[in-house]
T-cell receptor, first 115, second 113 residues
């Protein structure tokens, strides 16, 4: 079956530090890959996505590249801000299923940025 | 545009009580689903629907029922609440198939005592 393995947290960084949150996956088909972000007290919001190998998703200074050879989709940001403090979820949607109603999530990584 | 709306936001139930979590979306999305979020376990799919009149089970369906009588609404029913159902519940919707963006509601915090 499908699975997503995410870097365990919590992760604490100083403002302007470089961020990497690792994510690897296993899937039976041709998955689309996502990063979702959950700010305190809120629901999940799509941060970025990539739908095929070598695609790079980017948004708000965050980037992730779909690496089929290493089955990875690591999240990076060059200079984090206090406002980036949140929980980050890696997820996949397997196109072998009908529709993407079956997202498989990682366990989430809590990120705290210190001023 | 309201997006995905969940109610209630907070609820405390006694063991054995029943209740319904409401979910509505105004984006004319065909796909809707319910997830539960538990510490250290990410989000797990409870039930989903690919259109009005069609529902199916997800990863953790036991103890929950759903129906989809209209495109807009997808209520989640707890038949006889148990402490193990204490969780945060998220409703989600999307327009079409694999790779499409999924929109989440703000969550419903449920405590069963």
């Amino acid at each position: 079956g499908n699975s997503v393995t995410q870097m365990e947290g919590p992760v604490t960084l100083s403002e302007e530090a470089f961020l990497t949150i690792n994510c690897t996956y296993t899937a039976t088909g041709y998955p689309s890959l996502f990063w979702y972000v959950q700010y305190p007290g809120e629901g999940l919001q799509l941060l970025l996505k990539a739908t095929k190998a070598d695609d790079k998703g980017s948004n708000k200074g965050f980037e992730a590249t779909y690496r089929k050879e290493t089955t990875s989709f690591h999240l990076e940001k060059g200079s984090v801000q206090v406002s980036d403090s949140a929980v980050y979820f890696c997820a996949l949607s397997d196109r072998s299923n009908f529709g993407n109603e079956k997202l498989t999530f990682g366990t989430g990584t809590r990120l705290t940025i210190i001023p | 545009n309201a997006g995905v709306t969940q109610t209630p936001k907070f609820q405390v139930l006694k063991t054995g009580q029943s209740m319904t979590l409401q979910c509505a979306q105004d984006m004319n999305h065909e796909y809707m689903s319910w997830y539960r979020q538990d510490p250290g376990m990410g989000l797990r799919l409870i039930h989903y629907s690919v259109g009005a009149g069609i529902t199916d089970q997800g990863e953790v369906p036991n103890g929950y029922n759903v129906s989809r009588s209209t495109t807009e609404d997808f209520p989640l029913r707890l038949l006889s609440a148990a402490p193990s159902q204490t969780s945060v519940y998220f409703c989600a919707s999307s327009y079409q198939g694999a790779g499409d963006t999924i929109y989440f509601g703000e969550g419903s915090w449920l405590t069963v005592v």
